[in-house]
């Protein structure tokens, strides 16, 4: 009974949850950047959104591109636009002027235009600029094309140029935050241009929420974007090994529920490479050599368990790097990074995991490192 209780309390509270998370309000915060300095303050006006909790932010670029902190991003559709409760646009400055990417992209939203589609929809803009030279003709270019829209332009006003260190050059404007990525006094977007690009995510999400529902949405439904991981290991030259056999009385993976977890050492050609334990048989370079391959195996395994098909995987949940070490060994950490960053270097944002790192007196078939790992997927 006491069991049948819990049950149906998990069942009202996950219902609750997705009931919360259908009832917040939608934003998509799309970019155009070349070099990341537009994508920076746009992962501080997502910082912004969410941290109201009444608000998603969507993080999409206008256009594919090449630079390797871009090019997992998704791409927006011109259909999709109207899915949203809000559109926070970040773009950098070409002239005094928005970027051609955005500018292109704009160019495509005519039948948006003459049905009326972004009418009433909230709208926030921000930018990257260089030296800053016609940083506010930019914004309000922005505006422009946003006004023609009949979208309800955000701006930011004073808001928190109180807190701003005064003794540099900061991107502030009453339009919508910038950066001067180009004055290498300090690191940009500075801290000052960081907070208000956060403040401006808040306030946006707040005035988003409160006219959610109030404008007819004409649109598609919001796709979460696929990204085909399978291609971005052909682009990187990645060549997944051959699943490894089970050495005992178990299974590669068990996927259970959305979760698949999976155990590996360092086997590569029927092989353990670096075998042995560090400081004694191997050193730390041959461990991380041997943790590279270790981690391989796992991506080998895991894209067996999603039927060859790596876009179905929703996030790496949890990593566990066991190393064979000596009592005083302190460095685990550095020779699990082996395996986090090619994670990340695979999966992007999905590849970022919780881990833990342990030493360990032995390991099965004298391998120097073992990985447990779980993924979430479809
Ligand atoms: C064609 C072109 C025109 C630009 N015009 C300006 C400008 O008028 N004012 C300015 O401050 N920076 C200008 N810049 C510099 C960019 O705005 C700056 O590098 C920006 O940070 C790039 O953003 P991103 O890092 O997101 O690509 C220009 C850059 C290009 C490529």
Redo the contacts with the bound molecule.
């Keep these: 009974m006491k069991k049948l209780c819990s049950f149906f309390i998990l069942i009202l509270l996950l219902n609750s949850i997705h009931i919360m998370a259908q009832n917040k309000a939608k934003i998509l915060v799309l970019?155009?950047?070349?070099?990341?300095?537009?994508?920076?303050l746009a992962k501080e006006i997502a910082k912004g959104i969410e941290s109201e909790n009444t608000a998603i932010p969507y993080i999409k670029l206008v256009k594919a591109s090449q630079n390797p902190n871009l090019k997992n991003i998704p791409v927006a559709t011109v259909d999709e636009l109207t899915a949203y409760d809000g559109i926070a646009f970040?773009?950098?400055?070409?002239?005094?002027?928005i970027?051609?990417g955005m500018s292109e992209f704009l160019s495509k939203t005519v039948q948006l235009w003459t049905n009326h589609a972004l009418e009433g929809i909230p709208a926030t803009v921000f930018?990257?600029?260089?030296?800053?030279?016609?940083?506010e003709l930019?914004l309000q270019a922005f505006w422009n094309s946003l006004a023609v829209h009949g979208m309800v332009l955000v701006s930011n006003g004073i808001r928190g140029t109180e807190e701003l260190n005064k003794s540099i050059p900061q991107g502030n404007s009453v339009l919508g935050i910038t950066?001067?990525?180009?004055l290498k006094d300090i690191e940009?977007p500075s801290k000052g241009e960081r907070h208000l690009a956060e403040l401006q995510g808040k306030n946006f999400a707040k005035v988003a929420f409160a006219l959610k529902d109030t404008h007819s949405k004409k649109g598609m439904p919001i796709v979460e974007n696929h990204q085909n991981f399978n291609d971005i290991l052909k682009q990187k030259n990645i060549i997944l090994p051959q699943v490894p056999k089970p050495a005992g009385n178990y299974q590669p993976f068990v996927r259970s529920g959305n979760l698949v977890f999976i155990n590996q050492v360092a086997l590569k050609d029927g092989k353990i490479v670096h075998p042995g334990k560090l400081g004694v048989d191997v050193n730390e370079q041959q461990v991380k050599e041997a943790t590279k391959v270790t981690m391989l195996n796992v991506i080998s395994v895991l894209n067996e368990a999603v039927g060859g098909d790596l876009s179905k995987v929703k996030q790496c949940v949890q990593l566990t790097g066991i190393f064979n070490t000596k009592d005083d060994y302190t460095k685990h950490a550095d020779l699990m990074n082996v395996a986090s960053d090619l994670t990340v270097d695979v999966f992007g944002d999905k590849g970022k995991h919780a881990r833990g790192t342990l030493g360990a007196s032995s390991i099965p078939v004298n391998s120097s490192v073992e990985i447990q790992a779980i993924f979430e997927v479809e």
């Design positions: 970019i155009h950047s070349d070099n990341g300095g537009t994508y920076e970040g773009s950098p400055v070409y002239f005094g002027n970027s051609t930018m990257s600029a260089g030296s800053g030279a016609g940083k930019a950066s001067m990525a180009s940009r």
